[in-house]
Each structure stands twice: as C-alpha cells, then as structure tokens.
C-alpha cells in the first residue's frame, strides 16, 4: 500500500494524458536511464544534485518525482520539494514498475533537442486546421508539457527552422510528416512508442477528417467542421491551439472512457410539459 507522500502506477496513468496531469519529474541518474532511454509520458529529467536551482520552477504545482525504483532519489527529492511548499508525491515502484506495468514509455531517441530551458521547440504553417493542432496536443500532453509551437508562413518553415533550431513538422520532405495514407499524428505515434488504444482511435478521427476520408470513422465528420469552424473564430494561432487543446482533450477522454456510452431523451419517464 502507498504512503500519503506516493502514487501508484495505475493512478498516475489515468493522469497522464489530461489537463489535469502533475508535472513529472524524473531523477533517474545517467547509468539507469542510459540502460533503457525511454520516459515516462510527459515527464522531464533533472539532477538531484542542483535541485535548489530547479525547484523554485516548480512552485504552485502538483510533482509526482520518479526515479528507477522509488528509493532514495525520488524520496529525498520530494521531500526537498516539499520544505520548499512544492506539493510532491513519489511513484511507487518507479520506472520499473511502471515498465512492469505494461505502461507507455516514450522513445526519446528520435526526440528533438530542447533549449536552455528545456523546451522542445517546432514550426509549421500557419492558419491550422486538423493535424497542425492534434499534432501540438500530443506533444503536450505525452512527451512535453513545456514544449513551444511557431506558427509562420509556408514558404518560411524551413528557413525559421534552421535560423531557431526548431523542429519542422506537418509540412513536405521532413521526418515529422504524413507518410502514404497517414498523418504526421500517426508518424508521432509510430515513432515516439505511444501505441495505446485510444490513441489509435484517436488517430483514426484525425486522419479521416485530415484527408477527407470520413468513412475512416464516424466522429470524423464532426471533428472536420469544429476545426474549420475553430480556423474561422481565431486570427491568431496560438489562440486557436489554447482553444484545440480543450476539442483534444474531450476527445481523448472520449476514446478513453465514453465509446461505449449513449445519449438518449427522454432518459426516464415522460417528457415534461
């Protein structure tokens, strides 16, 4: 049984993936991450040893603080955390088991570098539709919380990537794209480990209303005209994402929780006057 100051596995990993997600930190020394350089959705590496430069960031924030086996490293770690008024938990059992769980891990391999503070940092188009927001909620919400979108002019991606070491995706000839019949939000999947069965279902809504394959699943049809309405209600793009991030949001929960649930009325007795 946990302690008041741990989380297990299985409820940390109905967190992750929300809005209401903690922010994770993982302690991990170099040799046991090196020994298998996957993470935990979501979560951000940091040394135990300069904890009192990075803690303050932390301030007004939920932190589950993982390390290999929940020992030492994450329970010296929260409790450091919590002198400084930090809410920190430990996850029990640690990465081990969490990775006995069966649980996601995060390929970070093929990840982008991050900048000085520890960002990932990615452009595409401008003027989002599907993709280009589906694609920026994943990140968020299963590799980088923290991470950092330009929206710019087609024919400047390529040039702002390179003049900002970001990461360009969602448009021609670079590795984050569309391949054959899918899109960059599959790509995303295929390539960072996060198989899990809702968000192949999810995947699957994207793609069909993406490509204009609305035959690939039912809600397609509907996710196609909240974008475009969405496109039409925004003139600034980050202010489309804040937004697309509340449509992802509900629609994960949905291909998580709700595919099973119908909606009927009247939902007893007879309808009022």
Known sequence: MPSPTE??????ARLIGTPDAPSLVNV???EDFDADPRFIPGSQRRSHKTIAEWAPAYRGRRVVVICLRGAKLSQGTAAWLRDEGIAAECLEGGVEAWRAAGQMLVSSGKLPSRDVQGRTVWVTRERPKIDRIACPWLIRRFVDPSAVFLFVKAGEVAAVADRFEATPFDVDGVFWSHRGETCTFDTLIDELGLDCQPLRRLAAIVRGADTARLDLA?????????????SRLYKDDLAQLDAGMTLYDALYRWCRDATDETHNWPTTGKPGR
């Open 7 to 12: 989380i297990t596995v299985g409820q940390l």
């Open 28 to 30: 991990c020394i170099d």
């Open 218 to 230: 039912p809600e397609a049809a509907g996710l196609l005209a909240v974008s475009l309405g969405l």
